[in-house]
T-cell receptor
């Protein structure tokens, strides 16, 4: 088990709703990355936060947004949910470089 | 062309054999290369990282990197049924930049 925790573990929403997912980073890690993993696919990079600033973003629309707090925990917000947003959402934290990156257990989101 | 390409498998090998997993990447500026293992229903777990051309060994695992050919591989010696998982190849340009994953190769080790 890593020190990265995520909540909730599972979530069911309907199309058009909004959702907030939470991540607590491993102690000492100042960088949090969020990934979306659809069934049968590899994780797709959504964005990354370093010391409370977004410092990288993948090919995701603006309705995917995030925050990082002073304790380096993070939130992922998704507005106007679509059916294709159904996936496993993973957060990962590291410090110094991604060779120290640890993933949390993920939040499985189902959009109906 | 996908940024990181892997054969989705499944790759089936008998217990005790060598499993060979391959990955190609498109971005020539990539500096860091990773292999993650993901068991069904679980999150990815880093098993190997490699940065320089050549081989890097860690126990039963050997990562191989050829930057000229933009090719990374993972060899698993003496494969065990517990090695059955999806293996994800990932690349990074260096430092605090995004890590790009392939779609993964599913490995089945047959007892």
């Amino acid at each position: 088990e890593t020190g990265v925790t995520q909540s909730p573990t599972h979530l069911i929403k309907t199309r058009g709703q909004q959702v907030t997912l939470r991540c607590s980073s491993q102690s000492g890690h100042n960088t949090v990355s969020w990934y979306q993993q659809a069934l049968g696919q590899g994780p797709q990079f959504i964005f990354q936060y370093y010391r409370e600033e977004e410092n990288g973003r993948g090919n995701f629309p603006p309705r995917f947004s995030g925050l990082q707090f002073p304790n380096y925990s993070s939130e992922l917000n998704v507005n106007a949910l679509e059916l294709d947003d159904s996936a496993l959402y993973l957060c990962a934290s590291y410090s110094g470089g991604p060779e120290t990156q640890y993933f949390g257990p993920g939040t499985r989101l189902l959009v109906l | 062309q996908k940024e990181v390409e892997q054969n989705s498998g499944p790759l089936s090998v008998p217990e005790g054999a060598i499993a060979s997993l391959n990955c190609t990447y498109s971005d020539r500026v990539s500096q860091s290369f990773f292999w993650y293992r993901q068991y069904s229903g679980k999150s990815p777990e880093l098993i190997m990282s490699i940065y320089s051309n050549g081989d890097k060994e860690d126990g039963r695992f050997t990562a191989q990197l050829n930057k000229a050919s933009q090719y990374v591989s993972l060899l698993i010696r003496d494969s065990q049924p517990s090695d059955s998982a999806t293996y994800l190849c990932a690349v990074n340009p260096g430092g605090y930049q995004k890590v790009t994953f392939g779609t993964g190769t599913k490995l089945q080790v047959i007892p």
